[in-house]
């Protein structure tokens, strides 16, 4: 509510207020979309919380264990990545570089939710593949 309040006293000062029923109507609009971005928020970090390499790179870690990402070789990530499908890796790779989804769509020619959808399934596929015990059982 106060960022409702802050917001309509920035847009409106300066200028003519609106009468009251424009007032409460913009108000209304405006705690109605906040209440929105506000579920939008908390679906995201479920999502986020959900992602399958969350703790590799990380997120938080629920028991004592060192992090994936701490107890993974080098070599060992370079040969999971390289057991990526040739349309993964190279989604995976783009990312690792530190390019926005848009920019790997645009290079690779593809939508930007194929590119969401490639580094979903590279993540799984890597979490799957650099799992607890013998590498070699990991592989599916």
């Given at each position: 509510m106060?960022?409702?309040?802050?917001?309509?006293?920035?847009?409106?000062?300066?200028?003519?207020?609106?009468?009251?029923?424009?007032?409460?109507?913009?108000?209304?609009?405006?705690?109605?979309?906040?209440?929105?971005?506000?579920?939008?928020?908390?679906?995201?970090?479920?999502?986020?919380?959900?992602?399958?390499?969350?703790?590799?790179?990380?997120?938080?870690?629920?028991?004592?264990?060192?992090?994936?990402?701490?107890?993974?070789?080098?070599?060992?990530?370079?040969?999971a990545?390289?057991?990526?499908?040739?349309?993964?890796?190279?989604?995976?790779?783009?990312?690792?570089?530190?390019?926005?989804?848009?920019?790997?769509?645009?290079?690779?020619?593809?939508?930007?939710?194929?590119?969401?959808?490639?580094?979903?399934?590279?993540?799984?596929?890597?979490?799957?593949?650099?799992?607890?015990?013998?590498?070699?059982?990991?592989?599916?």
């Amino acid at each position: 509510m106060q960022d409702v309040i802050e917001k309509f006293v920035r847009t409106f000062t300066g200028g003519g207020l609106p009468d009251e029923a424009g007032s409460m109507g913009w108000m209304a609009s405006v705690m109605h979309n906040a209440f929105v971005s506000r579920l939008r928020r908390g679906v995201v970090q479920e999502k986020a919380n959900e992602d399958p390499t969350y703790g590799l790179i990380g997120g938080p870690v629920e028991d004592e264990e060192l992090p994936r990402s701490r107890t993974v070789s080098d070599e060992d990530l370079r040969s999971a990545v390289e057991a990526l499908s040739p349309k993964l890796r190279a989604a995976f790779e783009l990312n690792a570089r530190g390019r926005s989804y848009q920019q790997i769509a645009r290079e690779l020619q593809i939508t930007e939710g194929a590119v969401a959808k490639r580094l979903h399934d590279a993540r799984k596929r890597l979490t799957r593949l650099l799992g607890p015990g013998d590498a070699e059982e990991a592989v599916p």
